[in-house]
């Protein structure tokens, strides 16, 4: 387990993208050096009563330097030094990410990091090796776990393609900074905007059918149904599948409960936190009926 840090760091850049999404740099190096792939943060908005609790956020990346939006994706000279930026992408869907955008260079922020397990929990980067290829699933905002897994897996010499979905083009943030890690990018939009017209889970289903055969991996991150649909295809060929789940969030600590999910064959009891025993899981571990999960 990684050590966290909770501190407050100051906003370096906070930079408006497609669909009401924002890169938000933060300045915070400890941070920033413990992050292992797939492991989320808590943000903390500081002076405002109205937003008490903190908001989980995936790390999206981490970087010497807040790279120009034209240099996102080439990692060049910087790539040998420590990273001291932390970078989160998110969307706007209430008020405390509508309170994010407001946040400008040389703001402060609260923020906890690095939280829970990410994807290569050593058993799962065992089975990344044994994989013939990873397949990066993702849709919407689910995108933000799924970068510095891409890179761990480039540099590990992991085979990796992504796909992923949105409801419209504007959605399909950050796909230029994958380019150089994955072997081919998928993309889908619910209204045909760009790529497949559709679920992205349809390509995927092809794909799999396509390479009967062969073993793959998926790492999924998404909505719920998206999350299931991946993790039936996934067992309907036979595939390992590893899926970082969301839930709200209270505490981001373990301490609240609020964010359990119900799992089984976990050997650890019926429910699991997404904050500390997660976001990560294996698939074949969680209870996929929502209507399941009582009020806690
Ligand atoms: C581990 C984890 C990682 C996440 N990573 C990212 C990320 O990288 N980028 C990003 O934009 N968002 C991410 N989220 C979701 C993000 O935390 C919520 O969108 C945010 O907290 C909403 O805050 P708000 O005040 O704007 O919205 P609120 O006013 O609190 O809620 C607005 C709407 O969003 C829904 N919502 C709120 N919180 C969550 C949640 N935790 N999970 C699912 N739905 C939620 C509510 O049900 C409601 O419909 C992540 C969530 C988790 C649990
Ligand atoms: S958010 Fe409080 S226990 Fe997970």
Request: glycine letters at 12%; aromatic letters at 6%.
């Amino acid at each position: 387990m990684t050590r966290m840090y909770d501190e407050i760091v100051a906003v370096t850049e906070n930079r408006p993208l497609t669909g009401g999404h924002f890169l938000l740099s933060l300045r915070a190096p400890r941070q920033a050096q413990a992050t292992r792939p797939g492991q989320f943060a808590m943000v903390r908005l500081l002076g405002r009563s109205d937003v008490l609790l903190r908001r989980p956020m995936s790390v999206y990346d981490v970087s010497p330097t807040t790279r120009p939006p034209r240099a996102a994706g080439k990692r060049g000279a910087n790539a040998h030094r420590q990273p001291e930026i932390l970078q989160l992408l998110y969307k706007i869907v209430g008020r405390g990410t509508r309170l994010m955008a407001e946040l400008r260079p040389g703001d402060s922020v609260g923020l906890a990091a690095p939280l829970g397990h990410g994807f290569f929990a050593e058993e799962y980067l065992e089975e990344a090796r044994r994989a013939d290829e990873v397949l990066l699933v993702t849709g919407g905002i689910g995108i933000a776990a799924l970068l510095l897994p891409a890179r761990e897996l480039a540099t590990a010499g992991i085979k990796s393609r992504l796909f992923f979905g949105g409801r419209t083009r504007a959605d399909l943030v950050g796909v230029q900074d994958f380019e150089s890690s994955v072997a081919g990018i998928t993309l889908a939009t619910e209204d045909g905007s760009k790529g497949h017209r559709g679920y992205v889970t349809e390509p995927l289903a092809n794909y799999l059918e396509r390479h009967r055969g062969r073993k793959f991996l998926l790492m999924v991150c998404g909505p719920w149904g998206m999350l299931r649909a991946s993790a039936e295809l996934a067992k309907r060929h036979g595939h390992a599948c590893l899926v970082s789940m969301e839930n709200r969030m209270g505490c981001g600590l373990g301490v609240c409960l609020g964010c359990s999910i119900r799992v089984e064959g976990t050997g650890h009891g019926a429910y699991e936190r997404v904050c500390t025993e997660g976001p990560v899981f294996n698939a074949e571990h969680v209870i996929w009926a929502r209507e399941e999960i009582p009020k806690i």
